[in-house]
């Protein structure tokens, strides 16, 4: 099950809406769901929420220490209260992905993503869960830093904002070790087609009515 769910992002109301930051519009909205605050605490350098649900005790975490140094504020709060890396979910942006959808893993490579090869390095271990919203890709390799730097256009942050509300529908999967019915939840992305309109009944022919004689000209 899933003790501590971790949003990744960068501090500071220049960065807030940015692509970078949709770990912590997760978290932001997970945290109202609960009905909890996220208030700084320096012993792990982040913004942390503490919730009871069902008599377990669930954290929620937002590193304040940029992204690239992610890892400190999730290993210090992981150690101290010995949550295993098993435990821990981590939600990011993903550039493989496109806005409105998201994945679910376990475990696998950082994939270039300074936040995660953080988390690797200080937890030394791949095994944690992680939420991967999609925010595009810029389409070339050298552009993708000021991508996940610069705000999505309005379609695309709605599209993200609307895949956010979605998967939280899977946080109490989550918190119960559901992991298979959380990753339905939460691939399941696409709502069906709507029907085809069916065709309006047939009347019977009517008819034609003749038509009216043009008036004779003067």
């Keep these: 099950m899933i003790k501590l769910f971790v949003g990744l992002g960068n501090p500071g109301t220049e960065y807030e809406a940015t692509r970078h930051n949709a770990g912590f519009w997760w978290i932001d909205e997970l945290a109202r769901t ?26 929620l975490l937002e590193p304040q220490t940029f992204m690239n140094l992610s890892g400190r504020s999730v290993s210090a709060l992981a150690r101290f209260y010995k949550i295993q890396p098993e435990e821990i979910l981590v ?35 791949d095994r944690y869960w992680r939420l991967r919203l ?9 552009e993708v830093v000021n991508w996940v ?9 709605e599209a993200i904002e ?12 989550l918190m119960e070790g559901q992991m298979e019915k959380a990753t339905l939840l939460i691939h399941t992305s696409k ?28």
């Excluded at 595009?136 to 390799?141: D, I, L």
């Excluded at 730097?149 to 942050?157: F, G, M, S, V």
């Design 149 to 157: 730097l610069k705000k999505p256009a309005p379609e695309q942050r």
């Design 191 to 218: 709502p069906p087609r709507p029907k085809p309109p069916k065709p309006a009944p047939k009347t019977p022919d009517t008819p034609a009515t003749p038509a009216t004689p043009a008036d004779p000209q003067a």
């Design 162 to 173: 609307t895949c956010i509300e979605r998967t939280l529908k899977a946080a109490p999967a």
């Design 91 to 125: 939600v990011h942006d993903e550039l493989d992905v496109v806005p409105g959808e998201a994945k679910l893993k376990l475990g696998g490579s950082h994939a270039g993503h300074n936040g995660l090869r953080d988390i690797h390095a200080q937890l030394g271990s």
């Design 134 to 142: 999609g925010i595009g890709h810029p389409g070339v390799k050298s």
């Design 34 to 59: 609960l009905k909890v605050s996220l208030t700084p605490d320096k012993a792990y350098q982040a913004k942390v929420a503490r919730a009871n649900v069902n008599g377990q005790t669930i954290w």
